[in-house]
């Protein structure tokens, strides 16, 4: 029994080792993930601003900033992570930062205007807009918020939601989703070595515990008798 005990430790450790060895793999994938990301950002220019204070601004503005994070964690839901937002580091390279930019460029978006041009007088629903420049605000809407077919609103969703917006925010969201893959790595490959090493201390546990016992043999003294 003993035997088979040390022999099933001895395999428990080596199916340890075999985790270990892949959680260090993991791990060594995921910071090569991690360095090309940040370089792809760092070619690329893609940083926050931060105030001197350490805080996110917006054009110069932490209003801007607030008014920001408010549309992605109300509006949208996403749970920052307050420590991927770091001034040291302004580099966007994390689920945080990549999800603040996207946001950026959703805001201005939705709170823009645009100028449309209208070339000839044209009535619609009965409203009668005249020929020339007209201002008009987006308030907030997205793309499928528009009504195409009204001469302004039609025109003004083309301008603001162009396909250079809509291309920034997919890019970002690529970003967002490869920064949360790396951090899901990250966190399978720790997930690895602990399993690994409960493998390891419990094989090496039964091996010790399994260990031949030293059988102390009594030495028998002859008696001596007083003379």
């Known amino acids: 029994m003993n035997t088979r005990l040390r022999g099933l430790g001895i395999v428990l450790g ?14 060594f994938r995921v910071q090569e993930g991690q360095a ?23 054009r110069g ?32 390279n994390t689920g945080s930062e990549y999800m603040f930019q996207m946001a950026t460029v959703a805001y ?42 009204h001469p302004l609103e039609g025109p003004a969703r083309a301008q603001a939601w162009s396909g250079t917006a809509h291309a920034l925010i ?8 490869t920064a949360s893959a790396l951090t899901l790595g990250l966190g399978l490959a720790a997930l690895f070595a602990g399993v690994g090493g409960a493998f390891i201390l419990t094989g090496a546990g039964l091996v010790w515990a399994m260990r031949p016992e030293r059988v102390r043999v009594p030495v028998l ?6 003379a």
């Not at 090309?36 to 917006?58: H, K, P, R």
């Not at 020929?131 to 009504?147: L, S």
């Not at 997919?170 to 989703?177: F, I, K, M, R, Y």
């Open 108 to 149: 201005h978006t939705l709170n823009g205007t645009q100028t449309i041009v209208l070339d000839e007088e044209v009535t619609y629903n009965g409203e009668v807009f005249a020929a020339g420049p007209h201002e008009f605000a987006i308030g907030g809407r997205y793309w499928a918020d528009f009504d195409r077919e």
């Open 61 to 92: 503005e932490t209003a801007g900033a607030d008014a920001i994070m408010a549309l992605l964690t109300d509006d949208w839901g996403y749970p920052v992570v307050a420590g991927e937002l770091n001034p040291a580091d302004p580099v966007v």
């Open 170 to 177: 997919a890019e970002l969201g690529v970003g967002t989703v």
């Open 36 to 58: 090309s990301l940040q370089a792809f950002s760092a070619a690329q220019g893609v940083e926050l601003t931060y105030n001197e204070d350490g805080q996110l601004i917006d």
């Open 14 to 27: 080596v199916i340890g080792l075999a985790f270990v060895v892949a959680g260090g793999f993991a791990f």
């Open 221 to 226: 003294r002859a008696a001596v008798t007083p």
